[in-house]
């Protein structure tokens, strides 16, 4: 009999409403989901179904108002703040859909940021290696106002994936690129997930994304279903919205 692979993320009805003025208004409604170490899992879903909100649970910046969250067995909820920034500095690499660079820092420094937030030697040449597999090694000293959206995407990427994190969260990680980027960014993601068994879970639309990766979850009506894996790169219907 064949063992189940450990999972790194386990969640148990997961809920989250956002207040509009006295108002809640719910979003995810009861989300469970079990994303083995080492997976690629793609997420699509409709614009406003709670895809960013849900990484943003997973990531610890945001609580849930119920349900569980366990990374590699802990549970989110027993972390204080100063924990969960520990837990993401260390094993969590995160691509907003925003970006959210600073603005005044050079690509190079917002890349090392991660390393260098964690005391780590050689941060800026670490770097500069992740600037150079995405394509940026000639925009590394150029501050986020004066990079294009598609390059500024890159350089969240790089940012992301330096210290080498144990899971990936991408919020449509190749959405600004035009193909021959996005092939690159998407070698380079599965590059680590085979070389290092980063986990990867990704909000994509991109076809090509979902097609490589183990399974596609859907959002609808706040909560995550399960589809059937797209294996052909021409099955246009496929994915859903
Ligand atoms: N901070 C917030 N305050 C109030 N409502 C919010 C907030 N963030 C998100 N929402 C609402 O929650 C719902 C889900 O938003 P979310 O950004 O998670 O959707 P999404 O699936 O990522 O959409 P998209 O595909 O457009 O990025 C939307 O209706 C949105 O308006
Ligand atoms: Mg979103």
Redesign the pocket.
């Known amino acids: 009999m064949q063992a189940t692979p450990p999972a790194l993320i386990e969640a148990d009805g997961l809920c989250l409403s ?3 003025g006295a108002r809640a ?1 719910p ?1 995810l409604r009861g989300v469970d989901l079990r994303i083995a170490a080492g997976s690629s899992v793609a997420i699509a ?10 990484l943003l649970l997973l990531a610890g910046l945001e609580r849930p108002a119920a349900g569980r969250i366990r990374f590699a067995g802990t549970d989110l909820a027993t972390l204080d703040a100063d924990g969960l920034a520990d837990l993401r500095r260390d094993r969590i690499g995160i691509v907003f ?1 925003s970006f959210h660079l600073l603005p005044s820092l050079s690509a190079l420094d917002n890349a090392a940021l991660p390393l260098q937030m964690a005391g780590a030697a050689g941060a800026r040449e670490a770097a500069a290696a992740m600037l150079a597999r995405v394509g940026l090694q000639d925009r590394r000293h150029h501050r986020p106002s004066q990079l294009s959206g598609g390059e500024q995407q890159r350089v969240a990427i790089a940012r992301a994936l330096v210290h080498r994190p144990q899971l990936l969260l991408a ?2 990680p190749t959405g600004n690129l035009d193909d021959h980027t996005a092939q690159a960014v998407r070698d380079l993601l599965f590059g680590l997930n085979q070389e290092l068994g980063t986990t990867l879970i990704l ?1 994509t639309h991109d076809l090509e994304f979902a097609a490589r990766c183990d399974r596609v979850l859907r ?1 609808h009506d706040g909560q995550l279903h399960e589809t059937p894996p797209v294996r052909q790169p021409g099955a246009r219907d496929a994915l859903p919205a």
Do not use: F, T
Request: no cysteine; net charge negative; charged share 15%.
């Open positions: 956002y207040a509009i208004v979003v879903g409709p614009s406003g179904s709670g895809k960013s909100s849900l859909q919020d449509e909000v959002l």
